[in-house]
């Protein structure tokens, strides 16, 4: 959902979505919850 969201933020130039999305994923990242999905910056 987050991968998702943070995309359409991106292409829609919403900063404060797309910083918001970015840290959730890095808290999931850091604290290796759902390992198996990857996203990538860009």
Same mark, same amino acid.
């Given at each position: 959902?987050?991968?998702?969201? /943070? &995309? ?6 919403? &900063?404060?979505? =797309? &910083? ?18 990857? /996203?990538?910056? =860009?």
């Amino acid at each position: 959902m987050f991968i998702k969201m /943070w &995309k359409v933020a991106k292409e829609i130039g919403d &900063k404060e979505t =797309e &910083k918001f999305c970015e840290d959730i994923l890095n808290t999931y990242e850091k604290h290796n919850i759902n390992d198996h999905i990857e /996203w990538k910056k =860009e």
